[in-house]
């Protein structure tokens, strides 16, 4: 089966959260799996096409593109995504694309994403290619299903190619001012108040693709309920209601390759559950990278985080001076919010010996903190599906997670009667919830049998990308023409 995979980013090459760690993933087994695979990103500033060997393509240079009344011109960079035979287009256009940020506030952001959507088009024509499947992943790519069906051209070109619309946060909307729709080539006759491409007066990529396309998915089950009420559905839940029996909830996998105990190339020491005890020592190292005292009985909680609203620190900053009475040193790594981040920087002045945090993107502490904790705590307010908690789970790090989205199918809060469950969760939103819960979670620290058979089960679970990329299979097969 032919699939052309389009999104905004993508590990090795950029990211700023799960969906990169998706991107690289995902295709990489669909591969594995007998897919022929074209995956196009933009080509950003941040990407470098000599550490990753890409090469420009001869016949994809400066080409002209319509953008509303503007042409504008695209060159493609391509390579193969590292261990796979997928072929990656990058879309190299430097008045978009390079700029220091991958995502911005800028007035011309529609723009960017409507020319990346466009040029995805145009490179399959030049190439005389046609998927059996385009598969589009959030609002940077939203606007393909309803541009196969309405646009005239492009309808003629790829009406025999299905579209999946993934959504992996319904909270980024996509939404612009209403000159979009012409912009982007899409007919205003179907425009109008409470039609398909109108969105609270304007334009949401997000809204057209689960309007447009033949089948939608979402990054865990429980989100794809979630997101049909009015609390989780960000003004979507209505169209999601609507198209129930076309929405699937798939959980995300993990890359072995990048997020295993066993072969990390980026924690100082390897281990497995065999040798557990082994754990202790990134613990150590993650102490000495925070200049922080290491002492076996006081337990590490983690924290690695966009810092948005989403993830539900401010939670943690309500509780905080009342967890810091508990015996216990936490390591923050995250970015985003000033406001968080500033909260974050102050208190690891106050406490000095305690806290620390790291204020950044940096991947290699990323895994040397999923390593060196013996708590992660993610206490979002929703969480489509979340990664952490399952690259915690499967390094013996315990979750504490509030019980949302994905969160809630993976982690099984602990059962002291029954001896079950891999971490501790919570429901309330509450700081109050959240710091009898991380109460209760130092307690069972101490129990260091209870704690072991957990951290146990946590390392058995099977969170490889296997049989999420066989259920994204019977979708396409399914939807295909
Ligand atoms: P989201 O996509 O909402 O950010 P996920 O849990 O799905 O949340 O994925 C987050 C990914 O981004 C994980 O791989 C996590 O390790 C990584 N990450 C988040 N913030 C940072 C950071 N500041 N530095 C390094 N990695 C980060």
Known sequence: MKICFAASECVPYIKT??????????????????????????????????????????????????????????????????????????????????RDQIYTDEPDEAERFILFQHAIFEVMLRLNWTPDI???????????????????????????????FSIHNIGYPGKFTKDSVSKANLPMDQYYPGGPLE???GLSFLKTGLVYADAISTVSKTYATEIQSPAFGGGMDGILTDRKHDLFGILNGIDTEDWSPQKDQLIPHNYSFKNVSDKKKNKQAL?????????EKIPVVGIISRLAQQKGLDLVQACFEEMM??????????????????????????????????????NELAHLITAGSDIFLMPSLYEPCGLNQMYSLNYGTIPLVRKTGGLADTVKDYHEYYSEGNGISFNEPTPHALLLTIKRALDLYKSKKQWREMIKRGMQADF???????AYLEIYKEIKK
């Not at 102490?287 to 002492?295: Q, W």
């Not at 985003?336 to 940096?362: H, M, N, P, V, W």
């Open 287 to 295: 102490l000495k990278h925070a200049k922080l005292k290491f002492d």
């Open 199 to 201: 969105f609270y007066d």
């Open 134 to 164: 385009i598969h589009c992943n959030d609002w940077q790519t939203g606007l393909m299903p309803a541009l196969m069906k309405l646009n005239f051209s492009l309808n003629k070109q790829f009406n025999k190619s299905a579209s999946l």
């Open 17 to 98: 959260g799960g969906l990169a760690d998706v991107v690289g993933a995902l295709p990489k087994t669909l591969s594995k799996l007998g897919c022929e695979i074209k995956l196009f990103l933009p080509f950003y500033k941040a990407i470098d096409a000599k550490q990753h060997s890409l090469v420009l393509v001869p016949n994809l240079q400066d080409v002209p593109i319509k953008i509303g009344e503007n042409t504008i011109q695209f060159s493609v960079y391509s390579g193969k995504l590292p261990n796979s035979k997928a072929i990656v287009y990058f879309i190299d256009c430097p008045q978009y694309f390079g």
């Open 464 to 470: 490889s990308w296997e049989n999420s990329a066989k």
């Open 325 to 362: 009475k508990f015996q216990v040193q936490v390591v923050v790594l995250g970015n985003g919010d000033k406001k968080l981040e500033t909260f974050f920087k102050s208190a690891a002045q106050k406490y000095k010996d305690r806290f620390f945090a790291y204020i950044g993107f940096d």
